[in-house]
């Protein structure tokens, strides 16, 4: 599947640098473009990734160039008075040669909260393909109740941590809780990350920040990536098609992802790398081992490692995707992992595809769950959010 990416506010955009990354790691291209929005000139300047002409800067007038603070009125007024210049940002997007937008927020901030609404918006006027939103839920600890957030000074510094406007502390939960209700019912589907899922026990948000967006942009990048794959030839491709009809069941969705060492049968060094050209690279691998690897893999993916946890009994619609060396990914473990996948979610139909990659170094499998309408911690969140309701 071909994206195209828009982030929203500071995490928005780092999650959007973080695809960016993650797909220039790839041997296969899926996004096509990703631009950048942000009420705070400094955070837009720190990123690594997104191109210098698509950042770009909202509410200069409002906030100095630095960011609402939390503030997700302001930063709705901003994207009411700015809705041209939203509409300028998006249209760099290529929308002849996309599958679907992804728009990336972290829900807790001002901006993110009330900005990417309305790009859902705007985009659902441009582009005929589906809107899905990559949103970062702010953790528990930083959004006990609003305005007890905690301080992340000592994770990396993005921007200055003066530069925000003072005001009230930031209502992380009531923005977040806004913004799950406003994104559900404006986009095709909510993607939703826990930050709590990659916190390190007693360590700041922040640090836990680059290890979260890394790993939630591998997961979507692994989907998007399995239907663009052609070399080796997959099993089975898991196109734009079947994505977009596993997406959007209602409720939100979670990825979910787990991998183990594997052995690509690959040498070491340039004299290993030659004499894998002239045949080779390619391991004996046991049937039973295969098999169990991708048994326990997919078992770690669906029950342990979800974006946000949720009860997944609750989804109505799964896709799952293998990537790993070919001789890792026997037919028989793809069935069964398939299966173990169905017996845990109860989805009658998984959906999916194989990536075999000769280089790749552990098997992988990455699990796309919708639909999902039951979650503690959405129902936590702010006034309560009931998964049922949404969508
Ligand atoms: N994943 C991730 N989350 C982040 C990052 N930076 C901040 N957050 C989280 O995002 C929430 C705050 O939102 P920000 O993105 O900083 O704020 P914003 O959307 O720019 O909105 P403003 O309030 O206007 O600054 C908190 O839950 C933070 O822990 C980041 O780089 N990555």
């Not at 007038?61 to 630095?66: L, P, W, Y």
């Not at 009411?80 to 728009?103: F, M, N, S």
């Not at 930050?195 to 640090?207: E, N, P």
Request: include cysteine; charged fraction near 25%; aromatic fraction near 2%.
């Amino acid at each position: 599947m071909e994206i195209g990416v828009v982030g929203v506010g500071g995490g928005g955009n780092a999650l959007a640098d973080a695809l960016v990354a993650d797909d220039a790691r790839r041997a296969t291209e899926y996004l096509v473009r990703a631009v950048a929005v942000d009420t705070d000139a400094a955070a837009l300047e720190s990123l690594d990734r997104v191109a210098d002409d698509d950042r770009h800067l909202l509410g200069a007038v409002h906030t100095d160039g630095r960011g609402t603070g939390g503030d997700a009125e302001l930063a709705a007024e901003i994207a009411r008075e700015e809705r041209p210049e939203l509409q300028a940002a998006v249209d760099a997007l290529p929308v002849g040669r996309i599958d679907a937008t992804v728009v990336c927020a972290a829900l807790g901030g001002g901006t993110g909260a009330a900005v990417a609404p309305a790009v859902v918006d705007v985009l659902g006027q441009v582009t005929g393909t589906p809107v899905y939103v990559l949103g970062v839920l702010p953790g528990d600890a930083e959004a006990g109740g609003d305005g007890d957030a905690v301080d992340t000074a000592d994770g990396p510094k993005r921007r200055d941590p003066d530069a925000a406007p003072s005001g009230p502390d930031r209502p992380l939960a009531s923005n977040a809780a806004d913004a799950v209700r406003a994104l559900r019912a404006g986009a095709d589907d909510l993607v939703a990350a826990d930050l709590d899922v990659w916190r390190a026990s007693g360590a700041s948000y922040a640090a836990a920040w680059p290890t979260a967006d890394e790993a939630i942009a591998t997961r979507l990048g692994a989907l998007c990536a399995a239907g663009e794959a052609a070399d080796p030839t997959p099993e089975r491709v898991l196109d734009a098609s079947e994505l977009t009809n596993t997406f959007g069941a209602g409720g939100v969705s979670a990825v979910g992802a787990a991998s183990t060492a594997v052995d690509n049968g690959r040498r070491e060094g340039v004299v290993g790398g030659l004499l894998d050209r002239f045949g080779g690279g390619d391991p004996d691998v046991d049937e039973g081992e295969a098999v169990s690897v991708a048994v326990n893999t997919a078992r770690k993916a669906v029950t342990h490692r979800l974006s946000m946890p949720c009860d997944v009994a609750s989804a109505s619609r799964a896709a799952v995707v293998f990537h790993a060396p070919p001789a890792w990914l026997s037919r028989r473990g793809v069935e069964r992992a398939r299966a173990l996948v169905g017996e845990e979610t109860g989805v009658p139909e998984i959906r999916w595809g194989d990536h075999p990659d000769p280089t790749a170094e552990s098997f992988g499998v990455t699990v796309l769950l919708s639909g999902v309408r039951a979650s503690d911690r959405l129902e936590r969140l702010g006034d309560g959010v009931d998964p049922e309701r949404l969508g």
